[in-house]
């Protein structure tokens, strides 16, 4: 049986706020995780991932972990560039290469590799296996990190119908629907009364032990990941990772999983990691006064996204306080923990604590316990491992 490894390009690695603290593969693109996409694809698990060394440690349940520097991947394993988006109606049995829209996105390796040739990001996977021509694969590629965000709308209408399909999950008939493009509830999940499931516009999933409270308005496209909760006010155009919780108006934003935003307030446009916890009343800009496209900070500094609407990057265990208040284009470093009524500059390090800048730096120490805290509230353990990734993450910290 052939192994599955995804390698973050030296792309993937600058994909900040999230690159300090997780692979690219553990992203959700559209409906499911990188890595999830290409295990149905190829319908293989994933022995491991490939990335910057800091990530030595990454420890998820049910993720891989990193690949030894001084280990080898094996002849006969599938090598995935972690930036190539599978479509979630493909099914693949054997390939060599696959060409993702003109570039290398998988190959086979014939010859074991050692994995410190994907060291420093800059191996073209098309360079290990160029012989056979390769297979054109229907896919897209994350160039950037809002890419997640600019897909988002069409990658779910494209995603909710294969993936109901893949799971068993038939068409449901619900007296709250708007439109025909298709409501997926899963056994388990619940929807309360007098909500509104608006499938006019795309498809609306919801899996297993996922709850939408009455009085709730979802406006499709948009998924529901299981034992998450909706609280209410209108949700659009997102993709909302487990155990979440969600209230007030949300639109076009994703989140991997474990996060809350339980009160109101308006974000939009904004992707938020792990272990997020938003005040009351935090509140995004998604769109400038100028119509104009927002900048954001990236490690190569400001640059234009070309995009119009883009809200905020929220890393993970980010923590924001009552009433904060977040500009166009903001990125929110991994565990930065803000709070005040001035509004933060446009990027915050990692690891920022206070209620202006310029902030003071949060002890590593309180901010372990403070992880563990909120990860028992939802009986997921801190382990040693994660312990030890996010002490290199505060130690590596970047400067805004």
Same mark, same amino acid.
């Given at each position: 049986m052939p192994q599955l490894y995804f390698y973050d390009d030296a792309r993937a690695r600058a994909f900040e706020p999230f690159a300090l603290t997780r692979p690219t593969c553990e992203m959700r693109a559209g409906a499911l995780l990188l890595r999830e996409r290409w295990e149905k694809a190829i319908k293989l698990e994933t022995a491991g991932f490939i990335s910057s060394a800091h990530l030595a440690d990454f420890d998820e349940p049910g993720a891989p972990h990193a690949v030894a520097h001084n280990a080898e991947i094996p002849a006969g394993a599938i090598v995935i560039n972690s930036r190539?988006?599978?479509?979630?109606? %493909?099914?693949?049995?054997h390939f060599d290469l696959l060409m993702c829209d003109g570039v290398a996105g998988a190959v086979r390796l014939a010859r074991a590799v050692p994995a410190a040739?994907?060291?420093?990001? !800059? %191996?073209?996977l098309g360079t290990i296996q160029t012989s056979l021509g390769g297979r054109r694969l229907k896919s897209r590629w994350i160039n950037e990190v809002w890419d997640f965000n600019a897909t988002l709308s069409q990658q779910l209408q494209e995603d909710i119908p294969p993936l109901a399909a893949a799971l068993g999950i038939k068409p449901s008939r619900h007296d709250a629907v708007v439109g025909d493009k298709g409501l997926f509830i899963e056994d388990g999940a619940e929807v309360g009364p007098h909500s509104v499931l608006d499938c006019s516009a795309g498809p609306?999933?919801?899996? &297993?032990?996922?709850v939408v409270s009455p009085f709730t308005h979802l406006v499709g496209p948009i998924y529901v990941g299981a034992q998450s909760v909706i609280?209410?006010?209108?949700?659009?155009d997102s993709s909302i990772g487990e155990s979440s919780k969600i209230r007030g108006e949300f639109s076009n934003t994703i989140v991997i999983g474990h996060s809350n935003k339980g009160h109101a307030g308006f974000v939009g446009h904004s992707y938020l990691g792990r272990w997020v916890n938003l005040g009351a009343l935090t509140t995004t800009s998604n769109l400038k006064n100028t119509y104009g496209t927002v900048e954001m900070w990236t490690p190569a500094g400001a640059r234009s996204?070309?995009?119009?609407?883009?809200?905020?990057?929220?890393?993970?265990?980010?923590?924001?306080?009552?009433?904060?208040?977040?500009?166009?284009?903001?990125?929110?470093?991994?565990?930065a923990n803000i709070f005040g009524s001035v509004m933060p500059p446009k990027a915050v390090a990692p690891f920022a604590w206070g209620d202006k800048a310029p902030y003071d730096t949060f002890d590593l120490d309180k901010f372990l316990t403070v992880a563990e805290r909120v990860m028992?509230?939802?009986?997921?353990?801190?382990?040693?491992?994660?312990? &030890?990734? %996010?002490?290199?993450?505060?130690?590596? &910290?970047? !400067?805004?």
């Open positions: 190539c988006v599978a479509p979630l109606d %493909l099914s693949l049995e040739s994907f060291a420093d990001g !800059s %191996l073209d609306i999933m919801i899996r &297993r032990a996922a609280l209410g006010d209108r949700v659009a996204t070309g995009q119009q609407l883009l809200g905020t990057m929220f890393g993970d265990h980010v923590k924001t306080g009552i009433g904060t208040m977040l500009n166009t284009g903001t990125v929110l470093g991994t565990g028992e509230r939802r009986h997921v353990k801190l382990s040693d491992r994660a312990r &030890r990734l %996010l002490a290199e993450a505060h130690r590596r &910290r970047w !400067s805004a």
